[in-house]
């Protein structure tokens, strides 16, 4: 268990209406990552964190931001939702300083855009 | 990071050991590879990494060739709840964007 509750877990919504998704940590660790999963795609890195208000972009970021406010809770917004946005999303931890190492996941957010 | 390959499916008796191959020619001398496995939609679970010797853990061995091109994971005794998609990873520092594939999905056989 590496202390990552991801919610919600189940959530169905329709077009144009904003959704945001929280992961929460218990442990205090610096780097956090949002995936999304889609069949034939992987996973792939939408946005991560470094600490508190610093967070970065990754392979797919367009249409979701974030925000980091606290340490532990790292927020998923999708401003304005579309059906591909329909997916399920991961969120990470590292539990090195610097963010190396391996990776634990939640249990996964499942988004139904309709 | 360097690109992986890894067969789209294998299977495997129970009892007998899963060998679960990875090329990764292009990986340079920072990159290290990982290992993590997703048993149906559950999130991905960290098995094994290594930079250039082989590693072991409670999990499962990884076996780097000499020349670090391709990758071996073994776990040793499959069991039914072996069965998932088996990702191999090349991760260079500082990079913290961990790219999955499409993995290989194995399926262990009574």
């Known amino acids: 268990d590496a202390g990552i509750t991801q919610s919600p877990r189940h959530k169905v919504t329709e077009t144009g209406t904003p959704v945001t998704l929280r992961c929460h940590q218990t442990?205090?660790?610096?780097?956090m990552y949002w995936y999304r999963q889609d069949p034939g795609h992987g996973l792939r890195l939408i946005h991560y964190s470094y600490g508190v208000k610093d967070t970065d972009k990754g392979e797919v970021s367009d249409g979701y931001s974030v925000s980091r406010s606290k340490t532990e809770d790292f927020l998923l917004t999708l401003e304005s939702a579309t059906s591909s946005q329909t997916s399920v999303y991961f969120c990470?931890?590292?539990?090195?300083?610097?963010?190396?190492?391996?990776?634990?996941f939640g249990e996964g957010s499942r988004l139904t855009v309709l | 990071d360097a690109k992986t390959t890894q067969p789209p499916s294998m299977d495997c008796a129970e009892g007998r050991a899963a060998n679960l191959p990875c090329n990764h020619s292009t990986i340079s001398g920072n990159e290290y590879v990982y290992w993590y496995r997703q048993i149906h939609s559950q999130g991905p679970q960290y098995i094994i990494h290594g930079l250039k010797n082989n590693e072991t853990n409670e999990m499962a061995s990884l076996i780097i060739t000499e020349d670090r091109k391709s990758s071996t994971l073994i776990l040793p005794h499959a069991t039914l709840r072996d069965t998932a998609v088996y990702y191999c990873i090349v991760r260079g520092l500082p990079n913290n964007d961990m790219r999955f594939g499409a993995g290989t999905r194995l399926t262990v056989k009574p």
């Open positions: 990470a931890i590292s539990r090195t300083e610097q963010g190396t190492g391996e990776l634990f």
């Open positions: 442990e205090n660790h610096r780097y």
